[in-house]
């Protein structure tokens, strides 16, 4: 799997370098800087682009703004991005197309190598991979009013509900949670006749749907 | 060329002169009623105040004369090239009418206005009138020996008197287009000048003292030394939190690892365990310094500037927030956006935490050199600046950019608060 990687910083590269090389990614370039990364995006192809929001020449958003604007021109390129802290604010500009394959986490993820691969793999597959800290956001905001559908979760469901929000599929779940596949799908059956949402197999489609409902009345 | 010269500097002179006796005219004619209009109202108002009528009304009244005094400074800056300082203080925008009316009373700018316009009255009445005087009435003394005397003297022998020269037929009429004539050199020579006297005379009565220059200082010593204090505050959190908290955190992540070298050969369960117990380690140091860098600059606030920060501050918060934001586009200065989103998180933390409200209302709005930034909650009501509220910080810190807080907090809601700082976009 070939993959552009955008990091200004030299040690957060190296290291992001030798962990996707460890586990067989090909990098296709690893580039310092804005303008690198859009020539490397439109030129390379890459399966997967990893990309920080801070980048030269601005040292603002321009890998966000770089990211987005290669998903214009080539619509679904996977791409996830990694910041030091993560913002509902960004997470919506990425999903705002609706056509999945986007990634949002926190630098800090790297550190679980074994999750932080399977986050990449899931992305480049057209999946989503938020962090964990933008759903909790969305849940303490959604429960500020004590009396949301997502209140009437039982704490089970709410776990379940936020690996589901991060885009993992029913078989990481139960995996995580240590419980059945089957518990898995009948807890998730539950959250959607809560939350009012409709049935998908589609991993994505679920994600998306479940972060609409969160999001609904912005 | 020579004659030209002069042909041309007497052309311009005489241009001045008809200028000066033009706006002199529409200054006298304009000001006068204006003037008395304001220093009566003025009187009328303050002497109301001890039955309580007077405090209602005297802010409007001072904030008119202001805006009066101001069109004349810079009538005096246009016309004339008069440039008058003007040094009013901010009006402490409370909801109490009291204070408000207090606080006018205690700027001398105030009386000073005051006076101003009673010596305009008269002596600025005259001297706006008389470049027009000057100019316009030997027109009549030039036009007399023309036949115009018949007009005036009806029954002969009976004179009309065109300033000293008693008119009683054409030849006398003669005399008095002398008059005229010499008149009209005195216009020629000093009507600029004249007209000038009275914007002298304005700037005479209108500039500040040095007591309020003084006080100025004094202002902005103050705000200087609050500001002084406030950031060498924030600097010992920040130290205090760094020791305490991140570099704390390392040093045990070292140690840990250091036991991990010694173990890792001996006993690699335990061993296992520590690596856990310093990845562990090394994530809340990060989480920490993520809040540290929250608390100091905002990264979305240095990443797209005090629109976004303030959007995605909205979206972190519990109640349901709309942010309208119009700064076409441009960046306001980094010390103010600072300052300014600082503020706004300070007055929506208090919305959340005391008002009790269902939704918040953000409105940032930059227009004719000035930041307005509007927060409002359906809430309670019954904030007040002071009497320790967080208003009365954030109120100093806006201090050290001349910025203003103005608080509408009815018992019972809604509460809105506007905060005003004038500030350039780039």
């Known amino acids: 799997m070939r993959v552009v990687l955008a990091e200004d910083l030299f040690l ?25 990364l859009e020539r490397a995006l439109a030129e390379l192809e890459p399966d997967v682009a990893v990309v920080d929001v801070r980048l030269p020449p601005t040292h603002t958003d321009e890998g966000l703004q770089c990211a987005l604007q290669a998903r214009r021109r080539r619509p679904g390129l996977p791409v996830l991005v990694l910041s030091q802290h993560v913002e509902q604010l960004y997470a919506r500009e990425l999903l705002a197309d609706g056509t999945g394959g986007i990634g949002y986490l926190l630098k800090d993820r790297v550190f679980d190598a074994e999750q932080f691969v399977d986050a990449v ?49 029913n078989a990481a779940i139960a995996g995580k949670l240590v419980v059945t596949e089957r518990a898995v799908a009948k807890h998730t059956a539950n959250i959607f006749v809560k939350l009012g949402l409709e049935v998908s197999d589609d991993d994505n489609r679920r994600v998306l749907a479940v972060l609409a409902y969160l999001d609904r009345d912005r | 060329m020579n004659t030209n010269t002069k042909s041309g500097e007497g052309g311009s002179r005489a241009r001045g002169m008809v200028l000066a006796a033009g706006r002199g005219l529409a200054l006298a004619v304009g000001s006068l009623p ?30 008119g004369v202001r805006a009066y005094a101001e069109r004349r400074r810079a009538l005096a800056e246009r016309w004339g090239g008069v440039h008058i300082p003007s040094a009013y203080r901010p009006a402490p925008e409370t909801v109490n ?17 005051l006076l101003w316009l009673l010596v305009d009255i008269p002596a600025g009445f005259l001297t706006a009138l008389l470049p027009a005087v000057l100019v316009f009435y030997p027109i009549e003394g030039l036009a007399l020996p023309a036949g115009l005397w018949r007009v005036y003297v009806e029954t002969p022998g009976v004179a009309y008197w065109y300033g000293f020269v008693p008119v009683t037929d054409r030849t006398s009429a003669f005399g008095a287009a002398a008059l005229g004539a010499v008149l009209l050199v005195v216009a020629h020579r000093y009507a600029v000048r004249v007209h000038q006297v009275h914007f002298l005379l304005t700037k005479a009565m209108l500039t500040p003292s040095q007591a309020e220059l003084a006080e100025r200082v004094r202002v902005l010593t103050e705000t200087r030394r609050d ?52 990845r562990q380690s090394s994530a809340e140091a990060l989480s920490e310094l993520r809040d540290l860098v929250r608390g100091i600059h905002p990264p979305v606030l240095a990443e797209r500037g005090l629109g976004d920060a303030v959007r995605a501050l909205a979206l972190r918060l519990p109640v349901t927030t709309e942010v309208s934001v119009e700064l076409e586009g441009g960046r306001v200065d980094a010390p103010v956006e600072s300052a300014a989103y600082f503020a706004v998180s300070e007055l929506l933390t208090n919305a959340v935490k005391h008002s009790g ?29 002071g009497a320790g509220s967080g208003l009365a910080g954030v109120e100093r810190r806006l201090g050290t950019f001349d910025g203003v807080l103005a608080v509408s907090s009815p018992a019972g809601g809604p509460t809105m608060v506007t905060m005003e700082i004038p500030c350039v976009l780039s």
């Open chain 2, 34 to 63: 204006l003037s008395i209009l304001g220093f009566c109202l003025s009187l009328v108002s303050m002497a109301l105040i001890p039955i309580g009528v007077g405090a209602l009304t005297t802010p409007y009244v001072v904030k």
């Open chain 1, 12 to 36: 957060l590269r190296d290291g992001l370098v030798r962990l996707l090389e460890a586990y067989d990614f090909e990098i296709a370039a690893a580039v310092e800087s804005g303008p690198e």
């Open chain 2, 357 to 385: 409200a269902g939704r918040i209302w953000v409105d940032l709005h930059h227009g004719a050199g000035r930041l307005r930034i509007s927060v409002t909650d359906d809430g309670t009501g019954g904030a007040a600046i």
């Open chain 2, 227 to 278: 500001a002084v204090d406030t950031s060498a505050a924030e600097l010992r959190r920040i130290e205090r939190d760094l020791h305490d908290g991140a570099q704390a955190r390392l040093v045990a992540m070292g140690m840990d690892l250091g036991t991990v070298e010694m173990l890792v050969d001996k006993d690699p369960e335990k061993a296992k365990a520590l690596l856990a117990q310093a």
């Open chain 1, 121 to 169: 793999r899931r992305v480049a597959a057209g999946g989503t991979a938020m962090d964990p800290q933008v759903i909790q956001q969305l849940l303490a905001r959604r429960s500020g009013d004590g009396q949301g559908p997502v209140d009437r979760l039982t704490p089970r469901e709410r776990e379940v509900m936020e690996l589901m929000a991060q885009g993992r599929s």
């Open chain 2, 97 to 113: 009418p009291f204070r408000r009316t207090y606080a006018l009373l205690r700027d001398p700018a105030t009386w000073r206005d």
